[in-house]
């Protein structure tokens, strides 16, 4: 069931309701912002997720499936969203965060034993945002296809994307009535 609101007024909400199925008096609903990252990009990412590390069709050396998520987020998402480095201040060690790698000192980035200590945060997939998360599905869904997913999980989550995507064309093309 989607909603449009249409009116909003201090207490009175008018919303026009898409399909065949209406809100039942004395139900709770919960309404997201289309406009934000959605459930149902949440659920498709992780269904995906889990359907590529179960079939094993993919290339990386992930030793468990959180591992994994970590790799796809960072190669097929936005990747780290800061960088930690261990340097000497004042001769005390101390960590130090930078956004990019080009602010990690240069004297770092040759030693290879403190090389080795530069760490990356990733990105959070809860604040990816709607086109964030739509691009990284499309890089994600695509990587699959190459390496060969054909499984029938795989083609119900597409399946079941697609259905949605078309729920939601329904409602932005249909006509909204104004007052």
């Avoid at 936005?78 to 000192?105: C, H, N, Q, S």
């Avoid at 290879?112 to 990816?128: A, H, M, N, T, V």
């Amino acid at each position: 069931m989607k909603f449009l609101c249409i009116k909003s007024k201090k207490q009175e909400v008018s919303f026009l309701v898409s399909g065949s199925e209406i809100p039942k008096e004395g139900r709770y609903y919960i309404i997201e912002d289309s406009a934000t990252g959605t459930t149902a990009q949440n659920k498709a990412f992780h269904a995906l997720v889990s359907e590529y590390w179960r079939c094993g069709m993919h290339s990386y050396s992930a030793k468990s499936f959180d591992e994994f998520k970590k790799i796809i987020k960072k190669n097929l998402g936005e990747g780290f969203e800061a960088y930690m480095y261990a340097d000497i201040r004042d001769g005390m060690p101390v960590l130090i965060e930078v956004k990019t790698t080009e602010e990690i000192p240069v004297s770092i980035k040759r030693d290879p034993r403190l090389k080795e200590r530069i760490k990356g945060r990733l990105k959070s997939w809860s604040d990816y945002s709607q086109k964030q998360r739509r691009e990284t599905i499309d890089r994600l869904i695509s990587e699959m296809i190459q390496a060969g997913v054909n499984t029938q999980k795989f083609d119900e989550i597409i399946t079941g994307m697609e259905t949605k995507k078309q729920m939601i064309l329904d409602i932005f093309n249909g006509e909204v009535v104004s007052e």
